[in-house]
């Protein structure tokens, strides 16, 4: 299996910060990783597939890049709404999620 | 727009057997195109996924628990269904299901569920 490690499990930040998360797989994934966000009590929801693609509706201060076995989610000028955990997501060998990154 | 609702107990004894139903709207299951999955997520960790199934029945289940998992689907019915077998408090989670999107090796899951928690309990 392969095995994706997120860093930092947590990290606090203020409203403007730019934010940078990273994903980590155990063995290359290519640019098959995808972002999700999470709030409490919802469930995940899609914002970057294909590494450094934009779901429809999800705003342009996101961003996505990496290839091989390292990735990261960069969040340009945190808004209120974006506090959250985010979680990667590979489809090289099964699928299988990060741990998370709350951000808060 | 396509939206998911999963539905069943929440709650089963040990040793029993867990099921559930996740009922699509927004798009026909049978017209293809789309694989459909379950998932399940414990509080704090990231989502595992279980298994997936086509239109057609066409079945893919995670090798740590397809000894326990049968997922189903009813195109009349527009729904698809997850069973698992011989629960034990390990199987206590949040469960989703969700679309499968994607082409080759690539696969991301949008849209999902509300999620339906389902704990194992005597």
């Known amino acids: 299996d392969i095995q994706l490690t997120q860093s930092p499990s947590s990290l606090s930040v203020s409203v403007g910060d730019r934010v940078t998360i990273t994903c980590r797989a155990s063995?290359?994934?290519?640019?098959?990783l995808n972002w999700y966000q999470q709030k409490p009590g919802k469930a995940p929801r899609l914002l970057m597939y294909?590494?450094?693609n934009l779901q429809s509706g999800v705003p342009s201060r996101f961003s996505g890049s990496g290839s091989g076995t390292d990735f990261t989610l960069t969040i340009s000028s945190l808004q209120p709404e974006d506090f959250a955990t985010y979680f990667c997501q590979q489809s090289q060998s099964g699928f299988t999620f990060g741990g998370g990154t709350k951000v808060e | 727009q396509v939206q998911l609702q999963e539905s069943g107990p929440g709650l089963v004894k040990p040793s029993e057997t867990l099921s559930l139903n996740c009922t699509v709207s927004g798009v026909s299951i049978s017209s293809g195109g789309y694989y459909w999955s379950w998932l399940r997520q414990y509080p704090g960790k990231g989502p595992e996924w279980i298994g997936y199934?086509?239109?057609?029945?066409?079945?893919y289940y995670s090798p740590s628990l397809q000894s326990r998992v049968t997922i189903s689907v009813d195109t009349s019915r527009n729904d698809f269904s997850l069973r698992v077998t011989s629960v034990t408090a390990a199987d206590t989670a949040v469960y989703y299901c969700?679309?499968?999107?994607?082409?080759?090796?690539?696969?991301?899951?949008?849209?999902w569920g509300q999620g339906i928690l389902v704990t194992v309990s005597s």
């Open positions: 294909a590494t450094s």
């Open positions: 063995q290359t994934v290519y640019t098959y």
């Open positions: 199934i086509y239109y057609t029945g066409t079945t």
């Open positions: 969700a679309r499968d999107q994607g082409s080759g090796y690539l696969t991301w899951f949008d849209p």
